[in-house]
């Protein structure tokens, strides 16, 4: 293997976040010697079952994926695994239960979580709603916005693993009585900085939204009917909000609940902080990206390190050399779910109701990452239909092939122990290994690890920022530009620099169109292209697909609400939109004026 191929910033964040230090707070770790100490620890796991495995063999297919960046599981796992945590899960839903005693326990279980690096969803809808009575006291409650409040700042005093804040998920029903507080409650930019906010809608609410009708609004504590809302005012208020500020998002939870694949335990009433991950109560899940990019086989040979390339066509114009290796991706996805399944094993869990749970389902979620640098290389515009194709072979293949290496370590190992009663229980289906394999995460941080496209979002912009820990903010031009510009003979060091200053390539003579048409950005994509990607890559997706349609500062509120209406209408689990501008802070700032 050659040097690991890491960018600067990659070696930044790394360095920040995920080697080893000293208690001086000194690095002691090199990135090979992490990938080797991640490697090593899951790999350990063979011999749970089989105690004349060659781990060594193991072990050294988990470091080649990692340390050629072809897969990276989630930041715990990296960040923790053969270490003293050993708390490799990225993804936790814990309940929030109608007593002030079981709120509290969530409290401090939640504290517990993020210190050890995961994040938290929690569903609000069973806590009564605000003046409701309170016999114990004869006081009125004080609804679960207010109970939020104290999650919020218990994250807000708690460093992650002592590398990151904490993040949260939090919903509440669309027919919960406090809803609107709930919809509206981050018009105050300063509320709930830790939690990023969903509502559970409902297929009856889209029912009523569909024929301009009402719909009921319930007490979680008595089930009556509190009153009658026009489920168009409550959708309008929703996409309001979120065209203002990015939140809240929605959930269409009565969709997630139809591919709950162990239903017989219980409903699922939220997902994790980015919304990909829907899980049961005290579920966990753990999570891994394949970088598409290094999915893909062409005529020219790379000498890669440390960002670097070697030219060798420099002087031809590109003419199509790529194509995707679909062997290699097979071999990927097939270590890549043996890696998942392995880190349920030698993972410490924050909780014991944490590890039965988990143990018991043995979800894993396999995704992606660099999509739209894969579509780039193969020369394919993300607005265009060969893209919505693409995207869609590709996931069914990664998902195809999950369930196949699922059911390969069933017979190896068992099937998941709650699998009688779920959905594999059922004549003529073979057992399988795990209740989930495949989830599409957001990939922020593994991507600029990765240097990369982050998950399946289109390039966001050719020349951003990108803030991360403490405030430092990162530089970038889109990687793939000046690489492609020498494949296709039409760099110059006055383009690179045009491009830094937020410049953009369109009016530029000296940019072939076809590279114009590959290069698109998430502003000049429509918001249907957005949403329709998001459903192409859900389709093959057992959990759910995370996708933030970026939009830009004069979309309107009407086109927020057709996001809305259209994720619906094609399959997705959930969206969420997000327009420039609208936030004090944002982890990306687009540089291209003409765009932003």
Not at 301 to 310: F, H, I, L, P, W
């Amino acid at each position: 293997m050659s040097a690991i191929p890491l960018s600067d910033n990659a070696l930044i964040v790394l360095g920040k976040r995920y080697l080893a230090k000293d208690e001086n707070g000194k690095v002691i770790e090199t990135p090979e010697e992490m990938f080797w100490r991640v490697a090593k620890n899951i790999a350990s796991a063979e011999k749970y079952y089989n105690p004349h495995a060659d781990i060594e063999k193991v072990e050294n297919a988990f470091f080649e994926i990692m340390a050629n960046l072809e897969f990276l599981p989630n930041s715990p796992t990296l960040m923790n695994a053969g270490r003293r945590l050993q708390q490799l899960s990225a993804c936790f839903v814990l309940p929030v239960d109608d007593s002030l005693d079981l709120i509290f326990d969530a409290v401090k279980e939640t504290a517990m979580i993020h210190q050890s690096g995961g994040g938290t969803g929690f569903s609000f809808s069973k806590l009564r709603p605000k003046d409701d009575i309170v016999s114990s006291t004869g006081g009125l409650a004080s609804g679960p916005v207010s109970f939020m409040r104290v999650f919020n700042m218990a994250t807000d005093v708690i460093k992650q693993g002592g590398t990151r804040r904490g993040a949260n998920m939090g919903i509440l029903k669309v027919d919960h009585p406090d809803i609107i507080e709930f919809i509206t409650v981050k018009d105050n930019p300063d509320e709930f900085a830790n939690f990023n906010l969903s509502v559970a809608v409902t297929d009856l609410f889209m029912d009523a939204l569909e024929k301009d009708a009402d719909y009921p609004l319930i007490n979680p504590r008595t089930k009556n009917i509190v009153c009658y809302k026009s489920a168009k005012e409550i959708f309008d208020l929703i996409t309001l909000c979120a065209w203002k500020g990015g939140e809240p998002g929605v959930l269409f939870m009565d969709r997630i609940n139809k591919a709950n694949p162990t239903p017989h335990i219980c409903e699922i009433e939220a997902t994790n902080p980015c919304g990909e991950q829907p899980l049961l109560p005290y579920e966990s899940c753990n999570l891994g990206s394949i970088n598409l990019a290094r999915m893909i086989k062409g005529k020219e040979q790379r000498a890669e390190g440390r960002g670097q390339t070697s030219y060798p066509m420099l002087h031809a114009p590109c003419s199509m050399p790529y194509k995707i290796d679909w062997e290699k991706l097979e071999r990927t996805i097939r270590l890549g779910i043996r890696f998942l399944d392995n880190v349920i094993d030698v993972n410490r869990y924050p909780l014991p109701q944490i590890e039965a749970i988990t143990k018991g389902n043995r979800k894993i979620g396999l995704g992606v990452m660099s999509f739209a640098d894969m579509l780039v290389r193969l020369r394919i515009p993300y607005n265009s239909e060969e893209a919505l194709a693409t995207a869609s072979s590709i996931m069914s293949s990664i998902n195809k092939t999950a369930w196949e290496t699922s059911r390969e370590l069933a017979k190896e190992r068992g099937a998941f122990p709650n699998i009688r009663g779920s959905v594999f229980d059922k004549p003529g289906i073979k057992p399988v290994r795990n209740a989930t394999t495949t989830t599409i995460a957001p990939t922020g941080t593994l991507s600029i690890i990765a240097n990369c496209s982050s998950g399946i979002e289109p390039i966001y912009s050719l020349s951003y920022t990108r803030e991360i820990l403490d405030g430092m903010h990162l530089p970038e031009v889109y990687p793939l530009l000046p690489e492609i510009a020498k494949e296709e003979n039409f760099y110059s060091e006055e383009l690179i620099e045009h491009i830094s200053n937020g410049g953009s390539i369109d009016a530029r003579v000296d940019v072939p169109s076809h590279i114009k048409k590959a290069f698109v950005t998430a502003f000049q994509i429509p918001v249907e292209t957005h949403i329709k990607m998001q459903a192409a890559f859900q389709k093959y997706t057992d959990n759910a697909v995370s996708k933030t349609i970026n939009l830009p500062t004069d979309t309107s509120p009407g086109d927020v609400k057709n996001a809305f209406l259209l994720a619906y209408k094609l399959g997705c689990k959930g969206v969420t939109v997000y327009r420039s501008g609208t936030r004090e802070k944002q982890v990306l700032t687009c540089k291209e004026t003409l765009y932003c």
